[in-house]
């Protein structure tokens, strides 16, 4: 299971004295954690692996955006950092799919809905994002969709 794996490399991480590593792995750990006591208030009770992804999958959102900010400010060095946290976290994540990938899923999903225009975005969004969960950044799926429902337009 991947909590377990998890744990296992920040025992490894802390006895190799891995600071930058050890401290992304207490944030995460604290994340699932967080997560955890969520999932007691609710129906499901404990995290599945791809609950634990969910959780990685918001932590690389948050760095991303906190990536944009340091770039905008010119600090290269936090920004280094930073993408270090990065590859860290994404050792985690099941492999992403190419943005053709994506974007061939995209066009199956507006084909299966019947979908023609971009007034539709919402439902074919949220069929994409059930479809690709965990599979794909949901800034991509979201451009593939958009791209996929302006052609269909197009042609239609």
Do not use: C, W
Request: no cysteine.
């Amino acid at each position: 299971m991947l909590r377990e794996r998890i744990e296992a490399d920040f025992l490894t991480a802390m006895k190799a004295h891995d600071a930058g590593r050890v401290s992304v792995l207490r944030t995460l750990r604290a994340a699932l954690q967080n997560a955890v006591i969520a999932a007691r208030t609710s129906a499901k009770q404990e995290l599945d692996d791809a609950d634990i992804a969910a959780v990685i999958t918001q932590e690389v959102k948050r760095l991303k955006d906190v990536m944009q900010d340091f770039t905008k400010a010119a600090r290269t060095d936090l920004l280094e950092a930073a993408n270090s946290e990065l590859a860290i976290l994404k050792q985690y994540l099941p492999e992403q799919l190419s943005l053709e990938a994506v974007r061939e899923i995209a066009k199956t999903v507006v084909t299966r809905l019947r979908s023609e225009g971009i007034s539709e975005f919402p439902a074919v969004m949220q069929a994409a994002m059930a479809e690709l969960k965990g599979k794909a950044d949901g800034t991509d799926v979201a451009t593939a969709v958009r791209e996929a429902l302006t052609d269909t337009k197009g042609s239609a």
